[in-house]
């Protein structure tokens, strides 16, 4: 079992920079491989970015590439999204998940969810 809590969510202007973090409870964090999701209203939950459990492998959607960084302290059970270049069509509310398989961006393949973090940038 993984207990998932993102934080670091809030208001920013275009073209800002916010870094989220989510904190994994659990002794087996190192084992999972873990993704950020994002679910903007009236919209379908997606796929942003993934990091593989040694943090060797990670896969971004097209949307994000080149401003999204995704990265893990295993020692510390933390995942981290670093965004930069954030646009309007960021805002979203914000998921950390993990999965125990390879990256993958189908979302019914990870077994345990955070609450959400709302990021919302303003034009």
């Known amino acids: 079992q993984v207990q998932l809590v993102e934080s670091g969510g809030g208001l920013v202007q275009a073209g800002g920079s916010l870094r989220l973090s989510c904190v994994a409870s659990g002794r087996t964090f190192s084992s999972y491989t873990m993704a950020w999701f994002r679910q903007a209203p009236g919209k379908e939950r997606e796929f942003v970015v993934g990091?593989?459990?040694?943090?060797?492998?990670?896969y971004s959607a097209n949307t994000v590439k080149g401003r999204f960084t995704i990265s893990r302290d295993n020692a510390m059970n933390t995942v981290y999204l670093q965004m930069n270049s954030l646009k309007p069509e960021d805002t979203a509310v914000y998921y950390c998940?993990?999965?125990?398989?390879?990256?993958?961006?189908?979302?019914?393949?990870?077994?345990?969810w955070g609450q959400g973090t709302q990021v919302t940038v303003s034009s």
């Open positions: 998940a993990a999965a125990r398989r390879e990256i993958t961006t189908v979302t019914p393949e990870y077994a345990y």
């Open positions: 990091i593989s459990w040694s943090g060797t492998r990670i």
